[in-house]
């Protein structure tokens, strides 16, 4: 046997909102709104601030800097720098500021008024890489020297020319690097030179007066004010390359 249900009939306005008849009169039902959804701009300038997936990817299709590319998002490499040139180091530079210190008579300072330090951490590791392979671990002990040297032969040289000295510590710093050229040179060729005797001592002194008159060349040629403190700036040169070649003879 069926039970029977009541059920009233259900009306649907044009509004939208269905509504149930009840003993004649009709109450309205409500329905459930759509969750919160944040405003959508515009004319936002922000491609991912309008929410729009489409729109962004038009607009980001080119290649990096504006402009439209083959492949959507791939940047051009064509145009770029070397990575070296980047980082400040140019091997041609560096070559032509080394060749100049072979000539020991007449070093070229037209290529040291533009200073680097690439060059000189070069040579500073050929040195210690020939003095490691003497047996003698000094990696600390050049790289203490040589910053001294630098401040040394810095404050010496502005204290003798005065208000016109324009020596900066990066030039100084630059040329004594690359004048080590000649010591680095002598701890090669001590490597197959007796380690007591008189020739060693010899070929060392051949090799500090090279860098010592190397040095004080470019010193007066690249600063003004020390062409008239020549023989005192040589000395102090001397002094310094004189304590490089000492942890090569010794």
Same mark, same amino acid.
Request: proline share 8%; glycine share 12%.
């Given at each position: ?27 309205? !039902? $409500? ?18 601030? @309008?929410?729009?997936?489409? @729109? ?7 290649? &990096? ?28 530079? &560096? ?10 008579? !007449? ?10 330090? @690439?060059?000189?951490?070069?040579? =500073? ?23 001294? *040297?630098?401040?040394?032969? +810095? ?7 005065? $208000? ?9 710093? *630059?040329?004594?690097? =690359?004048?080590? #050229?000649?010591?680095?040179?002598? *701890?090669?060729?001590? #490597? ?20 010592? $008159? ?15 403190? !020549?023989?005192?700036?040589? +000395?102090?040169?001397?002094? &310094? +390359?004189?304590?490089?070649? #000492?942890?090569?003879?010794?």
């Amino acid at each position: 046997m069926t039970k029977e249900f009541g059920v009233p009939p259900v009306v649907f306005p044009s509004g939208g909102n269905p509504t149930v008849a009840v003993g004649g009169n009709t109450q309205q !039902r $409500r329905v459930p709104t759509a969750p919160f959804q944040p405003p959508r701009p515009s004319n936002s300038g922000i491609p991912f601030m @309008s929410f729009e997936v489409g @729109s962004a990817a038009a607009t980001t299709s080119g290649p &990096i800097g504006g402009g439209a590319g083959p492949i959507g998002g791939v940047a051009n490499f064509d145009d770029e720098e070397p990575l070296l040139d980047e980082l400040g180091i140019h091997p041609d530079q &560096i070559w032509k500021k080394t060749k100049s210190i072979l000539n020991p008579f !007449r070093a070229n300072p037209t290529f040291h008024k533009d200073s680097d330090l @690439s060059g000189p951490i070069f040579l =500073y590791l050929s040195f210690c890489l020939f003095q490691l392979l003497a047996g003698k671990i000094q990696f600390g002990v050049i790289l203490g020297w040589i910053v001294v *040297s630098s401040i040394f032969l +810095y404050v010496v040289f502005n204290m003798l020319a005065g $208000r016109h000295g324009n020596l900066d510590l990066h030039t100084c710093t *630059s040329v004594i690097g =690359y004048c080590l #050229l000649p010591v680095v040179i002598l *701890s090669a060729i001590s #490597l197959f030179v007796p380690q007591n005797g008189a020739l060693r001592s010899g070929i060392a002194g051949v090799f500090v007066i090279w860098a010592t $008159r190397a040095c004080t060349n470019l010193m007066v040629a690249v600063a003004d004010g020390g062409e008239e403190h !020549r023989g005192l700036i040589a +000395y102090a040169c001397f002094l &310094i +390359y004189t304590l490089f070649s #000492l942890l090569v003879v010794f």
